[in-house]
């Protein structure tokens, strides 16, 4: 049986298009534009790209981009994108827990749950990051969100997801303070109109965790920032409000 990220994200590249928490791709990609002070030699890598959305818009602003995700489908729907914006983008299936980058990258990307936090153990997710830090270049910069683990300490997390998400609907739900993770039945209709009901578990990360994992990878400078849709910036303090933390750590 398949992890339920991969059953979810199968045959799901067209409704995931349409989800509201894909509509802040360009005030993103102006903050990592930014944060990389608009160098143009750069080579990125976006790790658990999806279907594309930031890849496309980097590449459409001169960067090479290199994207890899686990989905077939959500990597068709992407070239296919790209193909329609008429930009090249090196877009490659890959497990992120098995990446062999090895100091080749300027930039590493992990955005909108890009495979970390998704997986079934923290050593997975552990691997995943390590995997990021280690196709990184000397002085390269890592930019990521992940879930952030005081939002369910005070909100709901099945009201968030229900009152967010367009295409699913979420059930079930259960925070382990033991773990910080949430499990929950998550019900979805695919591109077909199929319905489908998955079992999904999400680990949720504190920011004084986020922070001991990057030093252990090397990692000196680390920023913790709250992550408004599209609206990324070093001016705003993650709170207890913010679903997902903005991290950005340099080697």
Not at 52 to 61: D, F, P, Q, T, V
Not at 89 to 99: M, P, S
Not at 167 to 179: A, P, Q, V, Y
Request: with cysteine; aromatic share 12%.
């Amino acid at each position: 049986m398949k992890p339920w990220y991969e059953e979810l994200f199968q045959n799901y590249a067209k409704k995931y298009d349409d989800e509201s928490f894909t509509k802040g791709t360009i005030g993103e990609v102006d903050f990592i534009e930014k944060e990389i002070d608009y160098n143009k030699s750069f080579r990125i890598l976006d790790i658990g790209c999806g279907t594309g959305r930031h890849s496309i818009e980097l590449a459409k602003r001169g960067y090479n981009v290199v994207g890899i995700d686990l989905s077939e489908s959500m990597l068709k729907r992407a070239k296919e994108k790209a193909r329609n914006e008429n930009v090249k983008v090196d877009f490659i299936q890959a497990d992120a827990r098995e990446l062999n980058f090895k100091n080749e990258f300027h930039l590493v990307l992990m955005l909108c749950e890009g495979a970390f936090p998704l997986m079934e153990t923290d050593e997975m997710n552990y691997a995943i990051l390590k995997n990021a830090a280690n196709a990184l270049r000397e002085n390269g910069k890592l930019i990521f969100t992940t879930l952030n683990g005081l939002f369910p300490l005070f909100h709901s997390v099945k009201d968030f997801i229900n009152q967010n998400s367009s295409e699913g609907t979420s059930k079930e739900n259960t925070f382990d303070l033991m773990t910080f993770r949430d499990i929950s039945t998550f019900e979805v209709e695919n591109d077909d109109g199929n319905k489908k009901t998955l079992k999904c578990s999400e680990r949720y990360y504190v920011p004084s965790e986020i922070t001991w994992l990057l030093k252990s990878l090397g990692f000196k400078k680390i920023d913790i920032l709250g992550c408004p849709l599209g609206k990324w910036s070093r001016e705003i303090p993650l709170t207890t409000e913010d679903f997902e933390m903005l991290v950005v750590a340099e080697r």
